[in-house]
């Protein structure tokens, strides 16, 4: 009985050895599905890296409070999460299809060609998709295959010998092979399994990665941005005297381009050469409008100061920020194309797909200065927010006007197209709502007793910010002092000196806009066009 029991535990541990390297061979497998996916993509498609391509359908498919659950947990790091977490489900799946193809065959193999038909038609349906984009997952998905019936085979037979040598007896060996005890087997087995899963491996991972490095050009694109030369301004934007407040933790008047907030549906920066660039304006016009990167900055820049505000943002929150922007009017390059009488709506395209719906006045209004942005804070735009050339429309959430890559618009109608977003539960015309933000103190950051700066930024793109009023306690609403704005369509810093008392005290903050509306009081969330509501903050004063 003993013995009966402890050959049963020896059957259940080399179970899970030989299930432990079944599950290497299946890693190992993906690893060749995917290095041959990136070089065959290399050479005939570029778009068409599958696990980029299963990201941005993740991205596309994911509900509406998943999406917001990501973007205020992780903020700018979302897409480092989703690729670290579909690596992982990658890396789980190719386990599986590893122990599957080793005790139940062929189903492994058929995990893999699963994965390959998922990632194929995961990247033929994305916008843009070149006519070859099938090839990379389809050859890279056969290769995967191959190789795990490659390893397993060799594991079987390592596995068989070392059975046999367990018990006793010689391993079965090939007609034309000399004979051999069933010890020499195992090693000859296990050598054969490792030296191939060790090769096979190094092999993916040195041409996967370098496929991937090579594919994802930013590094070359990065040089051509910092050697690029755009022409001067014609016209520059002037900071007044007072528009920036002393106060320690409040946010900085102009915000640094490595401090801007991202928010966007593009798994890796897109990587696009100024010299290839071209921009088409198409759809409801009198004449169809193409201009390369020259053509564009040629026509004349001009600098703007503009706040820009991302629909995601929270009451509260810092996807918020304030640029001076350097580009050309969008309405003088719609004027060349001509929009024909019933367009309403400008659906912009970016080049890896996403698309913005923007109303077609808001564009072409000589009061709102919607641009083609070319430089940010005195640089070329940096690679994440759209070089070589992105969009700027003040007073619109960025979802509907800030398109990033931006490579086309599409003069239409709101009822003929609809954009990204839209069908995924948010309004196809979104204005931004004006608001207020406490920046000091914060909750959790305790204060001293006495004078204390309770201090922020306030927005009301395209109308301005007439006062913000701050309220301790529920007490009475108190005047904070405002800076000087540059223009209506950038944010103001705010500042209102407290006699702080010990204890805990609630601080409320609310804008009133220059068209003498009030903030709106009322919690909203972000969908279907944004947040609004008062912030309020717990403030702690030490004695």
Same mark, same amino acid.
């Given at each position: ?53 299963? +990201? ?41 299809? +590893? ?81 051999? %005890? ?94 290839? $660039? ?90 709102? %200065? ?34 990033? $890559? ?66 301790? %306690? %529920? ?69």
């Amino acid at each position: 009985m003993a013995k009966s029991t402890a050959s049963a535990n020896e059957a259940k541990t080399r179970r899970w050895v030989w299930g432990l390297w079944s599950a290497l061979a299946g890693i190992v497998s993906a690893a060749a599905f995917l290095a041959v996916a990136e070089l065959i993509a290399l050479l005939v498609a570029r778009e068409s890296s599958p696990i980029l391509a299963v +990201g941005a359908f993740v991205i596309d498919i994911v509900p509406q409070p998943l999406k917001e659950f990501a973007i205020a947990t992780f903020g700018s790091a979302d897409k480092i999460v989703l690729l670290g977490s579909l690596a992982l489900a990658v890396v789980i799946a190719a386990a599986i299809a +590893g122990i599957l193809q080793f005790f139940v065959r062929p189903f492994g193999v058929i995990v893999i060609a699963l994965a390959g038909v998922i990632s194929t038609a995961a990247i033929i349906t994305r916008t843009g998709a070149s006519p070859l984009a099938f090839v990379p997952p389809v050859i890279g998905t056969l290769v995967g295959m191959l190789v795990l019936v490659f390893l397993i085979t060799r594991l079987r037979r390592w596995a068989g010998a070392a059975d046999a040598a367990d018990a006793g007896a010689p391993a079965a060996t090939p007609a034309d092979t000399p004979a051999a %005890d069933a010890a020499e087997q195992r090693g000859l087995g296990r050598r054969s399994f490792l030296v191939a899963t060790g090769g096979v491996g190094i092999a993916a991972v040195i041409v996967g990665v370098g496929a991937r490095l090579l594919n994802a050009t930013s590094a070359s694109v990065d040089a051509l941005r910092r050697e690029l030369r755009i022409p001067e301004p014609r016209s520059t934007v002037t900071i007044p005297d007072g528009a920036e407040l002393e106060v320690e933790g409040i946010s900085p008047l102009i915000t640094p381009n490595a401090d801007f907030y991202r928010v966007d549906t593009a798994l890796t920066v897109p990587s696009v050469d100024p010299n290839t $660039w071209r921009l088409v304006i198409d759809g409801m016009v009198d004449q169809r409008v193409e201009l390369s990167f020259d053509d564009l900055v040629g026509m004349g820049l001009d600098e703007y100061a503009v706040t820009l505000t991302c629909v995601s943002n929270e009451v509260g929150g810092g996807l918020v920020g304030n640029a001076i922007w350097q580009g050309v009017p969008i309405r003088d390059i719609l004027r060349m194309a001509g929009p024909q009488a019933g367009a309403d709506m400008v659906l912009s395209k970016s080049v890896d797909g996403y698309t913005a719906s923007t109303p077609l006045d808001a564009l072409t209004d000589d009061a709102r %200065d919607a641009i083609f942005a070319v430089r940010m804070n005195g640089e070329p735009l940096p690679l994440e927010h759209g070089f070589p050339v992105r969009m700027v429309v003040p007073g619109l959430y960025g979802y509907v006007s800030a398109t990033k $890559w931006v490579t086309e618009l599409k003069v239409t109608t709101f009822e003929a197209d609809e954009a990204y977003w839209t069908p995924r539960g948010y309004a196809a015309e979104a204005p931004i709502k004006f608001s207020s933000r406490i920046d000091t103190p914060r909750t959790g950051t305790p204060v001293a007793a006495g004078t204390v700066a309770i201090a922020g930024m306030a927005w009301a793109q395209t109308v301005g910010i007439e006062r913000v009023e701050v309220r301790i %306690d %529920d007490g009475d609403w108190q005047a904070a002092t405002l800076s000087t704005p540059i223009n209506a369509d950038t944010w103001v810093q705010w500042v209102l000196e407290w006699q702080a008392e010990a204890g805990t005290h609630y601080v409320e903050v609310r804008a009133v806009n220059k068209n003498g509306d009030t903030q709106i009081e009322e919690r909203a969330p972000i969908a279907p066009d944004g947040s609004s509501g008062w912030q309020r903050v717990l403030v702690t004063v030490s004695a």
